[in-house]
């Protein structure tokens, strides 16, 4: 048997979850937006965001992912607030909550893929109550779950 070359893993790429699966979790299913901003790059994280339907966005979920940053990692930042170990599926997951500044605030979920880690965040811009976000993080999370990688 002859060896052959394995090839550098690819990141995954969170705007391939498609409108159909983002239309089925509440979130408008035309609208997502790549990246991190004009001029803004993080080479280390991929990045697309939804919002839900209409004009009045209370929130955005953003979804993330990285190649070389793990889920034990997202455990052990200290910055972390309110962490607890979750199941997400079949998968081992992290909830957790950041504070950004005066205002910002978000309820995130990390969840392992092999390799690395995808990021669900809804990222508050109503003043919602930190159970609300986290409510909303999880149920998208848990209904986007089958757009992830195949667990390895």
Not at 43 to 56: A, E, M, Q, V, Y
Not at 86 to 110: L, N, P, Q, S
Request: proline share 7%.
């Amino acid at each position: 048997m002859e060896p052959h070359a394995v090839g550098e893993p690819t990141r995954w790429d969170p705007c391939s979850i498609t409108p159909e699966a983002i239309g089925a979790t509440g979130l408008d299913p035309g609208y997502r937006d790549e990246g991190w901003g004009d001029g803004i790059v993080v080479p280390d994280w991929g990045r697309c965001s939804f919002k839900p339907p209409g004009l009045d966005v209370k929130y955005f979920l953003s979804v993330e992912v990285s190649l070389s940053h793990t889920l034990a990692e997202t455990r052990a930042d200290q910055s972390r607030i309110d962490g607890q170990d979750i199941t997400i599926g079949d998968r081992d997951a992290f909830e957790y909550k950041t504070r950004v500044g005066k205002t910002g605030r978000t309820c995130d979920i990390a969840v392992e893929v092999e390799p690395g880690v995808v990021v669900f965040s809804v990222i508050d811009m109503d003043d919602l109550a930190d159970a609300e976000l986290c409510e909303m993080v999880l149920r998208h999370t848990q209904d986007l779950e089958d757009s992830l990688p195949a667990p390895v």
